[in-house]
C-alpha cells in the first residue's frame, strides 16, 4: 500500500488493468494498492443468497429505469450527485422483497 501525493491520481478512484487500486479517503488521501486475488476464497451459503437477492434486485431496478416516469420520480428524491438505480436498489433490499 502507497500514499500518492501526485495531483493526478487526486480525483481518480477504481482499478487500473485490474493490477492496482486507488482509492480516495477523506483529507485528501490517495491510496494505491494491489488489486485483490478472490480466487481462493469460497463465498458461504448467506454470501451466495445475498449475491442472488442483489442481482434480483438490480434487474428490477434496470425495469424500474426503463419508465421515464418513474425515472424521473427516483431522480427527484435522490440527493444531489446521487443516481436514481441506487436509491431503487437501496429500497428494494431493505424492504426485504428480494
Do not use: W
Request: charged letters at 25%; a positive charge; proline letters at 6%.
Amino acid at each position: 500500500m502507497g500514499i500518492s501525493k501526485n495531483p493526478l491520481l487526486k480525483d481518480f478512484h477504481g482499478h487500473i488493468d485490474k493490477t492496482i487500486v486507488v482509492k480516495q479517503y477523506p483529507g485528501n488521501v490517495t491510496v494505491i494498492t494491489a488489486y485483490p486475488d478472490m480466487t481462493h476464497i469460497v463465498p458461504t451459503e448467506a454470501q451466495k443468497e445475498q449475491r442472488l437477492r442483489l442481482k434480483a434486485a438490480q434487474a428490477k431496478a434496470s425495469e424500474i429505469l426503463k419508465d421515464p416516469v418513474l425515472k424521473a420520480e427516483y431522480q427527484k428524491r435522490c440527493a444531489p450527485g446521487k443516481r436514481a438505480y441506487n436509491l431503487i436498489i437501496s429500497e428494494l433490499m431493505k424492504s426485504g422483497q428480494f
